[in-house]
């Protein structure tokens, strides 16, 4: 089975600074990895997706996430933050070999200070 | 492109009582899901289609919660009987392919219930 984790219930970044989510993945097989953003009271949204290939990932909204697997992470950047960013950011995997399911992580609240 | 639409988009019912939530996916979807997010959490897969049949339903409460895809297309999820500790946010996502594990997921605004 696959589970991810995101070690920080928040994080706070001066605007214009660089900025980093974090998520550490557990995986047998190859893992199938995902960033959305969740605004108030509205659904998530797709940002990026990691199935195979280079391990920098570019995504929307100028987001890119770096795969590494001997560190079985998969964290999330932005070199250049916006206030309009802050918002609630999940990791995601894919529930083992042969599965559909989708496993979150608890969340990362991002609050990027003007 | 119309996203994923969800409605009611709040809902407030008393515990012991049935309440019931639509979806209606991005035009062409096969694969519709529903997730339970309690506040503080990560959304929770409860059921996936694959057109108008059920993939996974591994994690609904099959004694109260039922779903059902209309023709492939809409969804509905109904809770009969509602207990407090259902009270949560329902997103439904949709993907476009069947069968593509790796897929994108879309989702819905969501609807938050509040069991009182």
């Known amino acids: 089975a696959q589970s991810v984790a995101q070690p920080e219930d928040q994080v706070n970044v001066a605007e214009g600074n660089p900025l980093t989510v974090k998520c550490t993945y557990s995986?047998?097989?190859?893992?199938?990895l995902f960033w959305y953003v969740q605004y108030p009271n509205r659904g998530l949204q797709f940002l990026l997706k990691?199935?195979?290939?280079?391990?920098l990932v570019k995504g929307s909204y100028g987001f890119e996430a770096e795969f590494n697997k001997s560190q079985t992470s998969f964290h999330l950047k932005k070199p250049s933050a916006l206030v309009s960013d802050s918002a609630l950011y999940f990791c995601?995997?894919?529930?083992?070999?042969?599965?559909?399911?989708?496993?979150f992580g608890k969340g990362t609240k991002l609050s990027v200070i003007p | 492109e119309a996203g994923v639409a969800q409605s009611p988009r709040y809902k407030i019912i008393e515990k012991r009582q049935s309440v019931a939530f639509w979806c209606n996916p991005i035009?062409?979807?096969?694969?519709l899901y529903w997730y339970q997010q309690i506040l503080g959490q990560g959304p929770k897969l409860l059921i996936q289609?694959?057109?108008?049949?059920?993939?996974?339903d591994s994690q609904l409460p099959k004694d109260r919660f039922s779903a059902e895809r209309l023709k492939g297309v809409d969804s509905t999820l109904k809770i009969q009987p509602a207990k407090l500790e259902d009270s949560a946010v329902y997103l439904c996502?949709?993907?476009?392919?069947?069968?593509?594990?790796?897929?994108?997921?879309?989702f819905g605004p969501g609807t938050r219930l509040t069991v009182l």
């Open positions: 996502a949709s993907s476009l392919l069947a069968g593509a594990r790796t897929d994108t997921q879309y």
């Open positions: 995601a995997g894919l529930s083992g070999a042969g599965s559909y399911q989708l496993t």
């Open positions: 035009s062409g979807h096969a694969t």
């Open positions: 995986v047998s097989g190859n893992p199938y």
């Open positions: 289609f694959q057109n108008n049949g059920v993939v996974d």
């Open positions: 990691y199935i195979t290939g280079d391990n």
